[in-house]
């Protein structure tokens, strides 16, 4: 079962026009929210991200936060699966022609739909995850989630083109992000993480890593990573709500330290593991 500007039917039912402004012009927000044991992660942290793409595209949130969690909600129970993701999708509608200004009088597009929640291999620990790097081509609003994904959709076929998991975006010398997930290094015993910024995605899983960090006496640091820092990285780590945290074993074909998943990524990835078990299938909503 779907939403649909409204209503609720089987996917096989829902019907889009080819002059939705999400087709034409990736005109559009959205968002993904992981859902453990039925509980949906963080939805007011998601929905606060997605309302923050909204207002940067200059698109009015069709939908109350209360709203947006009963549709939640509803599609959480009514598809099968304890572990889901919700997958939303706002676009600025379908008008009668195609022309690139804002239409008028047009009511957007409001798609949400529940998948399986895939989540990497626990295996993946033992291995880490080969990644290539390219130059961060894309547009300097990285802080938006807009279905505009085309620069990321090609950096990210690098990678699988490479047979490796990730491609790992660098702009003017620093670290920027993975093309769908959030990167970490640590140096000497350092977490180190790129700031916020217009130049990156803010993770909901970014954030939980250096809270975990935090709870748990690791030391870190925020600040701009030199693409040289990374190269000589002791561990380098990608995070995002399906990958969760993976440690980063090659670099464009050069081991990452000792080529084996570093004691931190291992520490981390068993706090991580514990707060899915204890905080997102538990008590916290
Ligand atoms: N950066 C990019 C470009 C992404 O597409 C994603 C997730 O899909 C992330 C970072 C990680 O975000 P989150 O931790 O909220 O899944």
Same mark, same amino acid.
């Given at each position: 079962?779907?939403?649909?500007? #409204? $209503?609720?039917?089987?996917?096989?039912?829902?019907? =889009?026009?080819?002059?939705?402004?999400?087709?034409?012009?990736?005109?559009?927000?959205?968002? !993904?929210?992981?859902?453990?044991?039925?509980?949906?992660?963080?939805?007011?942290? $998601? &929905?606060?991200?997605?309302? $923050? %793409?909204?207002? #940067?595209?200059?698109?009015?949130?069709?939908?109350?936060?209360?709203?947006?969690?009963?549709?939640?909600? +509803?599609?959480?129970?009514?598809?099968?699966?304890?572990?889901?993701? *919700?997958? =939303?999708?706002? %676009?600025?509608?379908?008008?009668?022609?195609?022309? $690139?200004?804002?239409?008028?009088?047009?009511?957007?597009?409001?798609?949400?739909?529940?998948?399986?929640?895939?989540?990497?291999?626990?295996?993946? !620990?033992?291995?880490?995850?080969?990644?290539?790097?390219?130059?961060?081509?894309?547009?300097?609003?990285?802080?938006?989630? %807009?279905?505009?994904?085309?620069?990321?959709?090609?950096?990210?076929?690098?990678?699988?083109?490479?047979?490796?998991?990730? %491609?790992?975006?660098?702009?003017?010398?620093?670290?920027?992000?993975?093309?769908?997930?959030? *990167?970490?290094?640590?140096?000497?015993?350092?977490?180190?993480?790129?700031?916020?910024? +217009? &130049?990156?995605?803010?993770?909901?899983?970014?954030?939980?890593? !250096?809270?975990?960090?935090?709870? +748990?006496?690791?030391?870190?640091?925020?600040?701009?990573?030199?693409?040289?820092?990374?190269?000589?990285?002791?561990?380098?780590?990608?995070?995002?709500?399906?990958?969760?945290?993976?440690?980063?074993?090659?670099?464009?074909?050069?081991?990452? #330290?000792?080529?084996?998943?570093?004691?931190?990524?291992?520490?981390?990835?068993?706090?991580?593991?514990?707060?899915?078990?204890?905080?997102?299938?538990?008590?916290?909503?």
């Amino acid at each position: 079962m779907i939403y649909l500007n #409204g $209503h609720y039917m089987p996917i096989a039912e829902a019907r =889009i026009s080819p002059m939705d402004r999400g087709f034409l012009f990736g005109d559009g927000a959205y968002e !993904l929210i992981p859902v453990y044991s039925r509980r949906p992660f963080r939805p007011d942290e $998601h &929905l606060a991200r997605l309302v $923050h %793409t909204l207002d #940067g595209i200059r698109l009015a949130n069709p939908l109350s936060l209360p709203q947006w969690r009963a549709v939640i909600e +509803h599609l959480v129970s009514g598809n099968q699966g304890e572990d889901q993701s *919700i997958y =939303i999708q706002v %676009t600025r509608g379908a008008d009668v022609k195609r022309d $690139h200004p804002f239409p008028k009088g047009v009511p957007p597009t409001v798609f949400v739909m529940s998948a399986p929640l895939v989540t990497a291999a626990p295996e993946l !620990l033992q291995t880490g995850v080969a990644c290539v790097s390219a130059a961060d081509n894309r547009w300097l609003r990285c802080n938006l989630k %807009t279905v505009s994904l085309l620069a990321n959709v090609l950096l990210r076929q690098e990678a699988v083109d490479a047979g490796c998991a990730e %491609t790992i975006l660098f702009r003017d010398g620093f670290l920027s992000e993975g093309a769908a997930s959030n *990167i970490f290094i640590v140096r000497d015993g350092l977490l180190l993480a790129p700031p916020k910024g +217009h &130049l990156m995605l803010p993770g909901i899983t970014y954030d939980v890593v !250096l809270e975990l960090a935090q709870k +748990h006496g690791l030391s870190y640091e925020v600040r701009d990573i030199l693409e040289a820092e990374v190269r000589a990285a002791d561990e380098i780590w990608m995070t995002s709500s399906t990958k969760e945290v993976l440690p980063v074993t090659t670099l464009d074909g050069r081991p990452v #330290g000792t080529g084996k998943p570093g004691a931190l990524a291992v520490a981390m990835y068993s706090w991580y593991q514990d707060f899915k078990r204890t905080v997102m299938r538990g008590a916290e909503s």
